[in-house]
Nanobody, 122 residues
């Protein structure tokens, strides 16, 4: 079994910062891509950022320049540093992990965390 657990959400004023963390644990050989998504009330879940095992990053245009994704491969953990937060960043943030379960796995299994609330007040 694989568990993906986020932490670090909370309430912050506009212009402030938060750092989210997400750890994957369990029967894991390697976590390949990890990413962050978010879902605001009444909206569909949207992609925020991803990072590969090798450290290649990609960002949604709405977060580029304000958010930074990073990871610690030894800990199977991904981080999202969010700066200059805006009220429109308010959402539940979800972590995703593509997991190779064994050395012989030919495809990655995709897992989601339970989400962490980020609220930005104006």
């Amino acid at each position: 079994q694989v568990q993906v657990v986020e932490s670090g959400g909370g309430l912050v004023q506009a212009g402030g910062s938060l750092r989210l963390s997400c750890a994957a644990s369990g029967s894991i050989f390697r976590v390949s891509a990890m990413g962050w998504y978010r879902q605001a009330p009444g909206n569909q879940r949207e992609w925020v950022a991803t990072i590969t095992w090798g450290g290649t990053t990609n960002y949604a245009d709405s977060t580029k320049g304000r958010f930074t994704i990073s990871r610690d491969n030894a800990k199977n953990t991904v981080y999202l540093q969010m700066n200059d937060l805006k009220p429109e960043d308010t959402a539940v943030y979800y972590c995703s992990a593509d997991v190779l379960l064994t050395l012989f796995s030919t495809y990655a299994n995709h897992y989601w965390g339970q989400g962490t609330q980020v609220t930005v007040s104006s």
